[in-house]
């Protein structure tokens, strides 16, 4: 908790929960004003699509210039337009397609701000303190999810749209003058004279190069597809085993960050350094076991509320314990000149797999009953991590990614 990382915290707290009540607030509105669940979900998409599109290549900036000047550059773009964004709706001149275009404009600017976090990390703290600080960071996030979720309603019903957009928007600037008072260490001492191209090309080349780190983003995508997943699950089964579906749905996602908070909590004062590879491979299997235990739930028992609750508590702590630990191992055996753009696939990927799952899984849920579904998804989650397990070998390198690559060969495998 040196200087450096509680400003990043600070700043990710206050941007973190304007940012929830934000997302309350436009979901509310659109749905208030067009009462078109489509257009809602187009909304949705506009948030996403951009960031999505432009990680595959956003990673390359990430490394070629100022880290700093990124984080606090986005965050002042952001804080601007949701002031201007809370202005014109104040003026009554904002429509569905005015805001399609402001989340289009949060989502590039989300592409080059959210891989740069975990790049900066490790420029700020003790390589033996990784596991810790991340836990802190997701400790952060968790607590701004249940916190700025349940203030962020509460702030609509009182203060009005206008007001909380434009709490949304000071949030940011508040976030960017914390960010301004980081010291951060160069990524890369000496000025890189590769074109922006090969740059990206250098990237790809030594993710590609790197079987460990293909498994470890491999269970990036798996791991996030199966949050997906388990947002789709649950309002099926809180409208099946209760007559209050919108109360029980409401305490399963209460579980699910508490269970996450929790996690990131004993994670921050417990996590022992060079142990992530176990946890994260042991965590995913975990995950998989607990869903796959809900086979044992009988939705007609008195008990099958207590006993989805318990499970989705648990799912969330062992979630969040493999979230932290691939975080880390790739802080850690990534060259930090290469780790914007491996964040950046990261992101990209963990973006793209949630809301593939929500589409997957919907469909199966029109065919298959949850109580068969879940506990089957569970043990094939399983299985995958079990199988990654044996994928993964680190290899000691001989020479660095960046001097490789400047000579024109392929990467070698991250230690």
């Known amino acids: 908790m040196n200087r450096n990382f509680k400003l990043l915290l600070g700043g990710q707290l206050v941007s973190q929960v304007g940012d929830k009540f934000h997302m309350i607030a436009l979901a509310l509105w659109v749905l208030d ?23 595959f290549f956003s990673g390359a900036v990430i490394d070629r210039y100022s880290r700093k000047l990124i984080i606090v550059g986005t965050d002042i773009i952001r804080g601007i337009v949701l002031l201007l964004f809370a202005w014109m709706m104040f003026a009554g001149q904002v429509d569905f397609y005015f805001i399609l275009a402001l989340q289009v404009v949060l989502s590039i600017n989300a592409a080059f701000f959210d891989p740069t976090i975990p790049s900066v990390i490790p420029q700020i703290v003790d390589k033996s303190q990784l596991g810790r600080a991340n836990a802190i960071h997701q400790g ?18 009182t203060l009005g749209y206008v007001w909380v957009f434009a709490l ?28 922006f191209t090969s740059d990206i090309k250098a990237g790809y080349a030594y993710l590609f ?5 293909l498994v470890v983003l491999f269970m990036v995508m798996i791991i996030h597809f199966f949050v997906g997943a388990i947002e789709v699950f649950m ?20 579980a699910l960050g508490v269970g996450i908070l929790v996690m990131s909590i004993l994670l921050s004062r417990f996590s022992v350094s060079g142990k992530e590879k176990e946890s994260l491979f042991s965590s995913v299997a975990v995950m998989g076991c607990i869903q796959a235990l809900t086979w044992f739930i009988d939705p007609e028992n008195d008990f099958a509320l207590a006993g989805y609750t318990a499970c989705i508590f648990l799912w969330g702590a062992a979630m969040i314990r493999a979230a932290v630990s691939f975080k880390t191992l790739l802080q850690t055996h990534v060259d930090n000149t290469y780790s914007g753009r491996v964040f950046a696939i990261a992101s990209t990927i963990g973006n793209a ?9 919907g469909l199966l849920l029109d065919y298959i009953e949850y109580s068969n ?14 199988i ?17 690559a400047q000579k024109g060969e392929s990467a070698p495998e991250p230690e």
């Open 140 to 157: 952060v996030y968790s607590f701004a999810m249940i916190g700025g979720a349940a203030l962020g309603g509460i702030a609509v019903s």
């Open 168 to 195: 949304d928007g000071l949030s940011f600037l508040l976030s960017a003058v914390f960010e301004s008072f980081i010291k951060i260490p160069s990524a890369s001492p000496e000025k890189d004279k590769r074109s």
């Open 353 to 361: 797999s949630i809301p593939a799952a929500m589409i997957m899984f």
């Open 33 to 55: 004003t067009t009462g078109s669940t489509a257009k809602m979900g187009a909304v949705l998409a506009a948030s996403m699509i951009p960031s999505v599109l432009l990680g």
């Open 235 to 254: 309002p099926v089964i809180a409208n099946t085993i209760s007559d209050n579906g919108a109360e029980t749905l409401g305490l399963f996602q209460a």
């Open 209 to 213: 190069n790197s079987r460990p780190l």
């Open 388 to 404: 990654a397990f044996t994928l993964f070998k680190e290899e000691r390198k001989d020479s660095t990614p960046c001097d490789q």
């Open 373 to 386: 579904l879940l506990p089957t998804s569970g043990l094939i989650l399983a299985t995958l991590g079990l």
